[in-house]
């Protein structure tokens, strides 16, 4: 493993972790500038590597140019990428509504907002926190006291696989009507 991979693969996970933590915060411009540090950090690292090189040389060696006038730290010919901070999406803290209680036996509010609720399995949980609580078929919040059911996108006996990324949580109403389109086809 070259040395610019091996970089790479040490750094990523401390990026990662480090901006996952700021990521509730205001931390935009903050990701930003600390990008443009690690990029000079980087150059001079570089450098030093290739003192008798031109800029030109190394910036062609250890980045690429991609969409969007973007740099990225990848060696040429490798498939690994050093992870921006600016890839992080910045995710709000979201209060817990008024007189919201986990206690109150919404679990469609809590299984949405939390990824769990002790009444329901972690597979709808997981879905409803996935969807933001609403319907597939017809785009409709789901209200405490429906029958939501577990879903194929790509229907079993069309070659679908039981498998996360292809179920859905849907009204029991839309999975008979998804149901019956998927029959027809």
């Known amino acids: 493993m070259t ?11 401390f990026i990662k972790g480090w901006c996952r933590y700021y990521a509730a915060v205001v931390s935009k411009e ?11 950090q980087l150059l001079a690292w570089a450098i030093g590597r290739h003192p008798k090189k031109s800029k030109s040389w190394i910036v062609h ?3 690429s140019f991609t969409k969007g006038n ?16 600016s890839e992080t999406p910045i995710r709000r803290h979201v209060k817990v509504q008024d007189r919201r209680s986990p206690y109150d036996g919404d679990w469609v509010y809590w299984g949405t907002r939390l990824g769990r609720h002790p009444e329901i399995s972690p597979r709808v949980a997981r879905l409803l926190k996935k969807q933001a609580g609403t ?3 017809c785009g409709l919040f ?6 939501l059911e577990v879903d194929h996108i790509i229907a079993r006996h069309l070659g679908g696989v039981d498998a996360s990324y292809n179920l ?16 027809l086809s």
């Not at 903050?30 to 000079?40: H, P, S, T």
């Not at 789901?142 to 029958?147: M, S, T």
């Not at 859905?168 to 029959?183: G, I, M, S």
Request: charged share 25%.
């Open 3 to 13: 040395v610019p991979i091996k970089l790479i693969k040490n750094l990523n996970p």
């Open 30 to 40: 903050v990701f930003a500038q600390v990008g443009n540090v690690l990029f000079q």
């Open 168 to 183: 859905q949580l849907l009204h029991r109403h839309c999975h008979d009507v998804k149901t019956a389109r998927d029959d």
């Open 142 to 147: 789901f209200k405490d006291g429906e029958v």
């Open 61 to 63: 060696k250890y980045w």
């Open 70 to 85: 973007r740099w990225d730290f990848q060696p040429a010919s490798s498939g690994v990428k050093l992870y921006q901070h």
């Open 135 to 137: 319907c597939r078929e």
